[in-house]
């Protein structure tokens, strides 16, 4: 889930922030204080991939808050939005630990542009630093490379083990066999597109109860696959 606190004092510009985000597929939880950021944030047990805050708050300041959600989570992407041009708040911003700043006024496609890179940083690091994927009763251990159904060891190749780590990365999201065929045997594979069906089909005869009628590796019919889980 790509989720964003927005800490936002001014309505109108609030409301253009979460309607940008959300039509970007955002998940966005949206206050107006900077107390209600640190609640919410606490209440939530701290669940968000982004913090977007703006500066000049009423009551506790977005660089109070900025500090605040640093020191409680050292991997959350945090961006400072200011109305100010000057350097102080900008390098004031980036010390309290932001990791961007958005000067006001800008435009949905700058907003959404530094969100996403923030946001693909973050979910890098967070790849590097885990060693499992967990779906459904899956889970696949990317130190190990091996994978396990309700804690029971499946014998993968090397190329069903690769087929399964971009299913569980792209959980229910529809992925083309030309998707798959460049990701797995990379963009100079000549032969036939079909070796991705083939092993799917393989793939389904391990990790399915009813390869017949599978549940976790669907078909999307003209396209490709998708994993359900």
């Known amino acids: 889930m790509r989720k964003i606190l927005v800490c936002e004092d001014e309505d109108v510009i609030r409301d253009f922030v979460v309607i940008n985000l959300q039509r970007s597929g955002y998940t966005v939880v949206d206050v107006a204080t900077g107390e209600d950021a640190l609640r919410v944030f606490e209440e939530q047990n701290g669940d968000f991939d982004i913090a977007l805050l703006d500066v000049m708050l009423p009551g506790i300041d977005g660089f109070t808050v900025c500090k605040k959600l640093r020191a409680q989570s050292p991997e959350l992407g945090i961006i400072i939005l200011t109305a100010k041009a000057q350097e102080m708040d900008k390098v004031g911003g980036l010390m309290m630990g932001a990791d961007d700043y958005i000067t006001k006024p800008f435009s949905p496609s700058e907003l959404v542009a530094r969100i996403d890179a923030i946001y693909r940083r973050v979910n890098m690091a967070a790849e590097k630093q885990t060693k499992n994927i967990e779906s459904g009763p899956f889970l696949l251990n990317l130190k190990s490379r091996t994978l396990l159904k309700n804690g029971v060891p499946i014998e993968l190749t090397q190329v069903e083990y690769q087929i399964m780590e971009m ?54 019919w003209g396209y490709g696959y998708k994993w359900n889980a």
Not at 195 to 213: A, C, F, G, Q, T
């Open 167 to 220: 299913f569980m990365k792209n959980q229910n999201v529809a992925l083309d066999r030309n998707t798959i065929l460049n990701g797995i045997w990379g963009e100079n594979y000549y032969g036939d597109i079909k070796i991705v069906d083939v092993n799917i089909r393989r793939l389904r005869m391990k990790v399915e109860d009813e390869p017949s009628n599978p549940k976790y590796i669907l078909t999307v």
